[in-house]
Nanobody
Framework: QVQLVESGGGLVQVGGSLRLSCAAS????????MGWYRQAPGKQRELVAT??????NYADSVKGRFTISRDNAKNTLYLQMNSLKPEDTAVYYC??????????WGQGTQVTVSS
């Protein structure tokens, strides 16, 4: 059973930065892909960024501002968020994929960007 624990969320002003972390109980090197998703109040959960062994992918709304990375030695996934905007306010979730298993999810961490 894989456990994912997010941290690093909080309250930040417009234009500020935060770095989210996702600590995995398993060896993240074995995952096919990992990613960050977010869900704002009243909205569906949406993709923010994903990372595989060879590539990264970003939602258009965060390109150039957010960077996803992983440290296999620490079994940790990161999301560096810069130039934050009020519309980035959401609960951010970590996700891991390893076929044929169902995806694993963390409990989420709240990010609030105040203007």
């Amino acid at each position: 059973q894989v456990q994912l624990v997010e941290s690093g969320g909080g309250l930040v002003q417009v234009g500020g930065s935060l770095r989210l972390s996702c600590a995995a109980s398993g060896n993240i090197f074995s995952f096919y892909a990992m990613g960050w998703y977010r869900q704002a109040p009243g909205k569906q959960r949406e993709l923010v960024a994903t990372i595989t062994s060879g590539s990264t992918n970003y939602a258009d709304s965060v390109k150039g501002r957010f960077t996803i990375s992983r440290d296999n030695a620490k079994n940790t996934l990161y999301l560096q968020m810069n130039s934050l905007k009020p519309e980035d306010t959401a609960v951010y979730y970590c996700n891991a994929i390893k076929p044929p298993y169902a995806p694993w999810w963390g409990q989420g961490t709240q990010v609030t960007v105040s203007s």
